[in-house]
Each structure stands twice: as C-alpha cells, then as structure tokens.
C-alpha cells in the first residue's frame, strides 16, 4: 500500500504542516517524499494546536528509552526516525514486543543527559526522568519543559486543566534497552503524553514539519 503525506496548511515560523496515517517506516517515507526527514516534535505539534490547524494525536519525534532498574531517558532526536530501525520497531511491535537495542544506547543517552544537567531542559537533549511510572506533568516540571518548550505556558493555559497526564514506560531487560515512541493524545483526552503504546505497525497519524524552503 502507498502512503501520501497530505499538506494541511502552514504555521508562520515553523513551517509547512503535513500529516499521514500509516504504520512508522511507511509513514516516513512518505514524509521523506516531501522533504521532510522526521516527525514533528512534541512541541510542533502543541503549536500546530496553538494555531488551529488541528487537535488530532500524533505520534512524534521523541524517543523514551528504558532499561531494567533505571529510570525512563527521554532522547529528542530519536533513533526511530532511521528507516531501518523504524522497520524493526514496526516488526517488534507486530509482533507484540517493544524494540530493544543495546544497553550501550541507554548508557550513551545516560551520560549525555547528566552532562547536561545544567541547561535548561528545553535545550536538552535527552532528560532523565525524575520519577518512574505513572506522572502529572505540570508547568514547571523539567519534563514539560523538555517536551514542550516554547509552547509550555500557552498550551497548559489553553488546553489543560493544569496538569498533564504522563504514562511512562519500564525496560523488561538490563542487558537491552527499550526503545519506543512519545505519543501525544488529543486535548479532549487531557493531551496525555504516552510511553508505552506497541501500535507502530498500524496506521496511526503523525504530523511532519517542512521547514520554509527546504525540500
């Protein structure tokens, strides 16, 4: 089956807004066919509600990774956004596990969040959670920071009731880490930021950003 990535419309300063319904690997070549190269960050999304264009879920650009008996990294720039390693997600997923990859991974992710402790979480990198499990995100955390960024005050003020839910996720091994996606659920189910969904192989939404002139 062919997949299109269909142009909703354009926010001013971010870009040309795009979405398609596919399982990963598909949905990111048909990203790919129009000059974009990943999902659109958590982030992008909160503005493309800001502005109006749509409420819709998305799947998105940050990576959770876990490990046995340590805590829940968040990476923006996830690994999952590489074709290959979209396919074998899609196929783990498939077949009802998580995609697991080396414990190295987590302990390079690891270290980079803790050498940047000092920054301020919505230039970070990566972001070690400060608990495990189930969390209420509220706006001063480092987390909602992190995920939401620029658009952290105006979407809490706009689209919550002052907190939003958080479903984190836990590694299964402490030889492998687990590698998953940040799901973005609709406002009118309290914008819950998801961990732990295995639905990569359906055909789920996702938002991409062309960047103005770049194609």
């Given at each position: 089956m062919?997949?299109?990535?269909?142009?909703?419309?354009?926010?001013?300063?971010?870009?040309?807004?795009?979405?398609?319904?596919?399982?990963?690997?598909?949905?990111?070549?048909a990203f790919?066919?129009?000059?974009?190269?990943?999902l659109a960050?958590?982030?992008?999304v909160?503005?493309?509600?800001?502005?109006?264009?749509?409420?819709?879920?998305s799947?998105?650009?940050i990576a959770?990774?876990?490990?046995k008996g340590?805590?829940?990294?968040l990476?923006?720039n996830?690994?999952?956004m590489?074709?290959?390693?979209a396919s074998a997600?899609?196929?783990?997923h498939a077949?009802?596990?998580y995609?697991?990859?080396?414990k190295?991974?987590?302990?390079?992710?690891?270290?980079?969040?803790?050498s940047?402790?000092?920054?301020?979480p919505?230039?970070?990198?990566?972001?070690?959670?400060?608990?495990?499990g189930?969390?209420?995100?509220?706006?001063e955390?480092?987390?909602?920071?992190?995920?939401?960024?620029?658009?952290?005050?105006?979407?809490?003020?706009?689209?919550?009731?002052?907190?939003?839910?958080?479903?984190?996720?836990?590694?299964?091994?402490k030889n492998?880490?687990?590698?998953n996606?940040l799901?973005?659920?609709?406002?009118?189910c309290?914008s819950r930021?998801?961990?732990?969904g295995?639905?990569?192989?359906a055909?789920?939404r996702?938002?991409?950003?062309?960047?103005?002139?770049?194609?």
């Amino acid at each position: 089956m062919t997949y299109t990535a269909q142009k909703i419309d354009n926010v001013k300063g971010l870009g040309d807004i795009y979405h398609v319904a596919a399982p990963l690997d598909k949905q990111l070549e048909a990203f790919a066919a129009v000059g974009i190269h990943s999902l659109a960050a958590p982030d992008e999304v909160a503005q493309i509600r800001l502005e109006g264009l749509s409420k819709d879920y998305s799947r998105t650009s940050i990576a959770p990774v876990a490990i046995k008996g340590g805590k829940t990294i968040l990476v923006r720039n996830s690994p999952l956004m590489n074709i290959g390693m979209a396919s074998a997600a899609v196929k783990a997923h498939a077949n009802g596990k998580y995609f697991e990859t080396s414990k190295e991974y987590y302990e390079a992710m690891e270290a980079l969040a803790q050498s940047q402790d000092s920054i301020v979480p919505e230039d970070r990198d990566t972001l070690i959670l400060s608990q495990t499990g189930n969390i209420s995100l509220t706006i001063e955390m480092p987390e909602t920071q992190f995920i939401l960024r620029k658009q952290n005050k105006l979407y809490f003020k706009k689209f919550t009731l002052g907190e939003i839910p958080f479903s984190g996720i836990t590694g299964e091994s402490k030889n492998l880490a687990t590698v998953n996606y940040l799901w973005f659920d609709v406002p009118l189910c309290g914008s819950r930021l998801v961990c732990r969904g295995r639905g990569l192989y359906a055909g789920f939404r996702a938002f991409g950003v062309l960047r103005t002139g770049k194609k």
